[in-house]
T-cell receptor, first 114, second 117 residues
Framework: AQSVTQLGSHVSVSEGALVLLRCNYS??????LFWYVQYPNQGLQLLLK??????LVKGINGFEAEFKKSETSFHLTKPSAHMSDAAEYFC????????????FGQGTTLQVKP | GAVVSQHPSWVICKSGTSVKIECRSL??????MFWYRQFPKQSLMLMAT?????????EQGVEKDKFLINHASLTLSTLTVTSAHPEDSSFYIC?????????????FGPGTRLTVL
């Protein structure tokens, strides 16, 4: 069965510091992986996705993630945090290439301190 | 591109009434739409998957007679919460994908906050 685990429900960084949000998955087939961001009382916005090809994926707002098959990981990083990055972040994996159903991690709240 | 809207953004209703939530893909044709429910401080829970012109597929534990889903066109899906009760209060989010031969990205609507009194 496919699943997603986000390590750390709450991450706090100082403005300008490195952001690292961890995501590990389990999948019996090649995964398709996504990172979404959610601001309060809003829907989800796609940050980036990995389907095939280059394992280092660049997304919007300076975020990037690297697919590491050997570690079954897809961690999200940003070199320098901005106050506007404070939000909820969800890692997700598609569980079926036919239905496109996503399974989400538990979410990580990113707090950015001035 | 890839904009999904939801209407209304919030609704308050009395217990026992029905509420309809609309989900529209504004600039693409959505062969598949998904409905999620999100409780405070929690992740999204998939309720059902709907394909245009066919019956929705509900996840285990989701009452299909309570949460009626209609996907009448390639740009519109509706979720009707029938005989709503306070425990149905939640944040409902839809998403849409254009489909295709490879797993496609889901684009999410802004969500609808339902409060049942």
């Amino acid at each position: 069965a496919q699943s997603v685990t986000q390590l750390g429900s709450h991450v706090s960084v100082s403005e300008g510091a490195l952001v690292l949000l961890r995501c590990n998955y389990s999948s019996s087939v090649p995964p398709y992986l996504f990172w979404y961001v959610q601001y309060p009382n809003q829907g989800l916005q796609l940050l980036l996705k990995y389907t095939t090809g280059a394992t280092l994926v660049k997304g919007i707002n300076g975020f990037e993630a690297e697919f590491k098959k050997s570690e079954t990981s897809f961690h999200l990083t940003k070199p320098s945090a901005h106050m506007s990055d404070a939000a909820e972040y969800f890692c997700a994996v598609i569980i079926s290439s036919n239905t496109g159903k996503l399974i989400f991690g538990q979410g990580t709240t990113l707090q950015v301190k001035p | 591109g890839a904009v999904v809207s939801q209407h209304p953004s919030w609704v308050i209703c009395k217990s026992g009434t029905s509420v309809k939530i609309e989900c529209r893909s504004l600039d693409f044709q959505a062969t598949t739409m998904f409905w999620y429910r999100q409780f405070p401080k929690q992740s999204l829970m998939l309720m059902a998957t709907s394909n245009e012109g066919s019956k929705a597929t509900y996840e285990q534990g989701v009452e299909k007679d309570k949460f009626l889903i209609n996907h009448a066109s390639l740009t519109l899906s509706t979720l009707t919460v029938t005989s709503a009760h306070p425990e149905d209060s939640s944040f409902y989010i839809c998403s849409a994908s254009a489909g295709g031969s490879s797993p496609d990205t889901q684009y999410f609507g802004p969500g609808t906050r339902l409060t049942v009194l």
